[in-house]
């Protein structure tokens, strides 16, 4: 959630970000004309109540005046009550309607983001390893699956409904090794594990931003209090929502690994086959909540860590700087990494690492002590996918598929695989 005062403040500084999104200004005359409707509001109630106070003060003095005098400085204070109460009732609901409106409103952009109004206008920042060059027809990951028999996508619909899917055997070996791999490599580089619930409640998913976001790609319980996660981002963040961290507590650095779901699966008719679009996924996941300083620099190391798992799986990938309207809801600044699948004859998003700045904690109410006694200022906020699973899987099978129709193990999972090293 923007600061208020941010957009009193810098209105244009709103109206240029929002433009750069491609999405309408007219919300920052909104806010700007419910702010100072609040502002007036809260101006009128101090002044009754200092009034009050005043008529109190009077009270106290009265001792021994006629009665008259002391009925009209009753009669005064009780007015003065009534409009106090009423006003508080208006300022609570223009601060309500405040926050409902700021609730949809996109963090800001990153100076150095590139202008575009889609992915097309993403830019190239750097890339990693030639794509094989294959003897014969490369074929997508299903079909190698399914020769193999490690993917059953029939029995996934079967057992729930299109966009789930089984992986049996080898695959579902191959699949817990990226696990344990992502995992470890996580760990042995700083980030804490963190094994949290996949149920989250609304004040969850609102702190995150996602509420907003894939307020209709969620899946929930009945009653709406509870919602299946659609990122582990979500819980790993929220574990220091409402708390004031010393300054010395920070960095925090957390990796996750959770099943996410997400009821909307891409575009009508896009990826309809395959492991890249599923109602339910796995991921590995980096969150940091830092000191505002130290957030571009972590920004950094995230992606750096996401793309030392793909150089240790010896996989192609190149690194996207995300265009102004391409960049999500909370996010100032994202990088994508894209990993080469030879099946599809194309580069595909495996990781999104983006830097939120102190949106998402603003809503949490994370912040942190610069110094001691000094007043709490918001942490930033940063997050990872060191890797999606289900995409790395992908990924392998494509890019180390054989003639035959085997699949060669990567060296560096082959350990977590029992020394197995090619699955035929």
Known sequence: MLDRRLIREQPDRVRRSLARRQLPVSVV????????????AITAIDAAKAERNQ????????????????????????????????????????????????????????????DGADSSANQLVRSSGDPPAFSFTAKPHWEIGERLGILDFERGVRIARSRFTVIKGEGARLNRALINFFLERNT???????????????????????????????????????????????????????????????????????????????????????????????????????????????????????????????????????????????????????????????YREISSCSNTGDFQARRAGIRFRPAPKAKPEFVHTLNGSALAVGRTLVAVLENYQEEDGSVRIPRILQPYMGGTERIG
């Open 29 to 40: 005359d909104d806010l700007l004309a419910l702010d100072a409707d609040w502002r007036t």
């Open 55 to 114: 008529i109190s003060a009077e009270f106290a003095k009265a001792k021994g005046q006629p009665p008259e005098a002391l009925a009209r400085l009753r009669e005064r204070s009780n007015e003065l009550g009534e409009r106090i109460a009423t006003q508080e009732r208006s300022a609570e609901a223009l601060d309500q309607r405040l926050n409902e409106l700021l609730a949809h409103v996109p963090n800001i952009l990153a100076d150095d983001v590139p």
């Open 188 to 346: 042995t580089a700083g980030f804490m594990e963190i094994a949290p619930p996949l149920l989250v409640n609304r004040e969850t998913v609102e702190a995150t931003g996602h509420l907003s976001k894939f307020s209709d790609a969620m899946f929930s319980l009945d009653d709406g209090s509870l919602f299946l996660s659609p990122t582990s981002e979500v819980q790993l963040v929220n574990l220091h929502r409402g708390e004031i961290l010393e300054n010395d507590e920070l960095p925090k650095r957390y990796t996750a690994y959770t099943a996410n779901f997400r009821q909307e699966a891409g575009a009508a008719g896009k990826d309809t086959r395959g492991l890249i679009r599923q109602h339910q996924f796995e991921k590995v996941e980096l969150v940091a909540l830092a000191q505002p300083q130290e957030s571009a620099a972590l920004h950094e190391l995230i992606v750096r860590q996401a793309e030392s798992l793909l150089q240790a799986l010896e996989l192609p990938y190149r690194v996207m700087l995300l265009s102004s309207g391409d960049t999500g809801f909370a996010s100032q600044k994202t990088y994508d990494l894209e990993v080469w699948l030879p099946g599809q004859n194309a």
